[in-house]
């Protein structure tokens, strides 16, 4: 299953510059309001050394990792559900997306032109959070606070006052990016699982809590619609066995039906 992610904020907070670091695709960064008009799309892997590691006891040709789809919106202002600033097509673009992440510009710069002429986070998350939710639009919500070492007395004063999850990065730097691409991840309740063989070692997203069946959709419906069973070994397990043979030998790979819930990690083969 892929996953889409709205980058959404007021103008000029860092959405493009964290677009640009996540994604290394260029898309306008300049200063001003507007810059970007259309959402531009990114793919970015999922980081997860697991999936190196299985890669490497099986010898696989080619390595796989899960995707991210970033979606970068142009900037939001006041009066944005009523059409404002191109309001109507922005807001638009953030209905199609499957959760957001919203920009929040905790630095100081007298260079970087602020859209309400002063740096106030939690001002700046009403204004969006307000016209999201006029618009309708309720859909899981990260804070990103685009930060730098000069606003560590800003951050500890605006921390305390968030009403929801967030996670702090350096857009300009590239710093957090990592903690970033997982967040967004997790956002939706999502799980890894993997495949691995000489051919290729890949992974694979579900919902947390989904069973073999709904999981195997993810590779091909018929792993959903033709299920028969499947064999299941804990990633920890594979690895310390050293190969799948090894882990059968042990005993470690146990045969599973349809009713079966994949956990996180688990290193699966589909039969149908």
């Known amino acids: 299953m892929s996953l889409k992610i709205g980058i959404v904020g007021l103008p000029n907070v860092g959405k493009s510059t964290l677009f640009n670091a996540l994604t290394n695709k260029s898309v306008p960064a300049e200063n001003y309001p507007f810059c970007t008009i ?3 799309v990114g793919i970015v892997p999922v980081p997860d050394e697991r999936l190196t590691k299985l890669s490497t006891i099986s010898k696989s040709k080619k390595t796989v990792p899960a995707v991210v789809e970033f979606v970068d919106i142009a900037g939001l202002v006041k ?5 404002a600033g191109l309001g109507n097509k922005f807001l638009s673009h953030i209905r199609e997306v499957d959760a957001i992440i919203e920009v929040v510009r ?3 710069d007298p260079n970087t032109i602020h859209v309400h002429d002063k740096v106030d986070p939690l001002f700046d998350i009403e204004v969006i959070n307000f016209e999201l939710d006029k618009a309708g639009i309720k859909k899981p919500t990260l804070y990103v606070l685009n930060s730098s070492e000069a ?4 951050k500890k004063d605006f921390i305390s006052k968030l009403n929801g999850p ?7 730097f590239g710093t957090g990016l ?3 691409i997982k967040a967004g991840y997790d956002l939706l309740n999502l799980i890894t699982f993997f495949t691995t063989g000489e ?3 890949r992974a694979w997203t579900t919902l947390r809590g989904a069973t073999a069946p709904f999981a195997g959709k993810s590779i091909h419906t018929d792993f959903q619609q033709k299920f028969i069973r499947a064999e299941v070994v804990s990633y920890d397990q594979l690895i310390e066995a050293g190969s799948f043979v090894k882990a059968k030998e042990r005993g470690w790979v146990r045969t599973e039906g349809k009713e079966y819930i994949v956990k996180d990690g688990d290193v699966i083969e589909f039969l149908v």
């Open 199 to 201: 051919d290729e070692s």
């Open 178 to 180: 990592d903690k970033l």
């Open 166 to 172: 967030y996670i702090e990065v350096d857009a300009v």
């Open 151 to 154: 606003a560590e007395n800003v």
């Open 79 to 83: 009066g944005a559900s009523e059409g």
């Open 38 to 40: 259309d959402p531009s």
């Open 106 to 108: 905790i630095f100081e």
